[in-house]
């Protein structure tokens, strides 16, 4: 398998795609309808050094993958890409398509809380099939953030400009974080589909000896079987129920071993052991961590 390419600054990327050389060489914004590429020309697997948000709407056709999903571009959407992260298209014609590409490198935001609030944001590791749709009204408030930062590029370098910069993308990014909360609430039957495929999981895992043979199912590994990235089930289920999917395996390991504390003669030691704990120190440590007491003194309550 070729490696991706490898883009590690803004003026590399600028050059690749035949666009003018940026004002700033930390951060730049561009339409897709700028860029200079031959007609023929496909741009295939891309790794950067920087931070990329994009618009993309109008396109011709074509798919893309991010991660080991695929999403079709016939709709616009916007997605985020955070550095080192692999981005692959195919069969798409990036002077095609209609929208936006704000691209910034870390050493912008070097000393600035930005610089590590900016890694909180988890949709920069989301697929691409679980980009966000934005409203007209949605997009039109993007798009007054982005034409800002686009003019202070173009027009001032001043001591104002990088505090200026850093406001609105840090103003970008909390806009982003509410359309996705507005679109993990609007997708009500997405996620309640998602929710029961979920628990048809951990139901199946709980029920059987597959806990004391593999252990707890992990984030990951969960993410894995609903065919979505960690992050994002973790967020949609924070939305949807207030809990992350840590706490939500926990909750039901929780659920699991007071049935077993209440209704068996189980050791402590042997309760762990079905529940997947290789110790049961960090078992006793679990349940104690959540329900203030210790498993023996959950089953002494019911003498």
């Given at each position: 398998?070729?490696?991706?390419?490898?883009?590690?600054?803004?003026?590399?990327?600028?050059?690749?795609?035949?666009?003018?050389?940026?004002?700033?060489?930390?951060?730049?914004?561009?339409?897709?309808?700028?860029?200079?590429?031959?007609?023929?020309?496909?741009?295939?697997a891309v790794t950067t050094d920087f931070y990329v948000v994009a618009l993309k709407k109008d396109c011709?056709?074509?798919?893309?993958?991010?991660?080991?999903?695929?999403?079709?571009?016939?709709?616009?959407?916007?997605?985020?890409?955070?550095?080192?992260?692999?981005?692959?298209?195919?069969?798409?014609?990036?002077?095609?398509?209609?929208?936006?590409?704000?691209?910034?490198?870390?050493?912008?935001?070097?000393?600035?809380?930005?610089?590590?609030?900016?890694?909180?944001?988890?949709?920069?590791?989301?697929?691409?099939?679980?980009?966000?749709?934005?409203?007209?009204?949605?997009?039109?408030?993007?798009?007054?953030?982005?034409?800002?930062?686009?003019?202070?590029?173009?027009?001032?370098?001043?001591?104002?400009?990088?505090?200026?910069?850093?406001?609105?993308?840090?103003?970008?990014?909390?806009?982003?974080?509410?359309?996705?909360?507005?679109?993990?609430?609007?997708?009500?039957?997405?996620?309640?589909?998602?929710?029961?495929?979920?628990?048809?999981?951990?139901?199946?895992?709980?029920?059987?000896?597959?806990?004391?043979?593999?252990?707890?199912?992990?984030?990951?590994?969960?993410?894995?079987?609903?065919?979505?990235?960690?992050?994002?089930?973790?967020?949609?289920?924070?939305?949807?129920?207030?809990?992350?999917?840590?706490?939500?395996?926990?909750?039901?390991?929780?659920?699991?071993?007071?049935?077993?504390?209440?209704?068996?003669?189980?050791?402590?030691?042997?309760?762990?052991?079905?529940?997947?704990?290789?110790?049961?120190?960090?078992?006793?440590?679990?349940?104690?961590?959540?329900?203030?007491?210790?498993?023996?003194?959950?089953?002494?309550?019911?003498?």
């Amino acid at each position: 398998m070729k490696a991706p390419a490898k883009v590690s600054s803004i003026s590399a990327l600028h050059q690749f795609l035949g666009l003018a050389k940026p004002s700033n060489p930390l951060v730049s914004v561009f339409n897709f309808d700028d860029v200079k590429l031959k007609p023929e020309t496909i741009l295939s697997a891309v790794t950067t050094d920087f931070y990329v948000v994009a618009l993309k709407k109008d396109c011709a056709g074509g798919k893309c993958r991010y991660g080991q999903q695929y999403y079709d571009f016939d709709e616009g959407i916007m997605y985020f890409i955070a550095p080192h992260q692999v981005l692959q298209f195919e069969d798409v014609l990036l002077n095609a398509v209609k929208g936006f590409v704000l691209v910034m490198h870390p050493d912008l935001l070097h000393g600035y809380p930005l610089a590590s609030e900016i890694k909180n944001y988890g949709y920069f590791s989301y697929s691409a099939n679980e980009a966000l749709h934005l409203s007209e009204k949605e997009e039109k408030a993007i798009m007054h953030i982005i034409e800002n930062m686009d003019r202070e590029i173009a027009d001032n370098m001043d001591g104002f400009t990088q505090d200026l910069l850093i406001s609105n993308m840090d103003l970008l990014l909390k806009y982003c974080d509410r359309f996705y909360n507005r679109q993990f609430l609007t997708r009500k039957k997405a996620n309640t589909d998602l929710l029961t495929k979920l628990e048809a999981f951990l139901d199946e895992n709980f029920k059987s000896e597959i806990l004391a043979e593999k252990g707890i199912p992990t984030v990951q590994f969960t993410a894995s079987v609903l065919h979505l990235s960690p992050n994002y089930l973790s967020d949609m289920l924070r939305v949807q129920t207030g809990q992350t999917t840590q706490q939500h395996i926990q909750n039901r390991v929780i659920e699991k071993a007071k049935e077993l504390l209440s209704t068996t003669s189980m050791s402590v030691s042997e309760i762990a052991y079905q529940l997947g704990f290789e110790h049961s120190q960090s078992f006793h440590r679990l349940f104690k961590n959540r329900t203030s007491v210790s498993p023996l003194e959950f089953r002494q309550s019911f003498n």
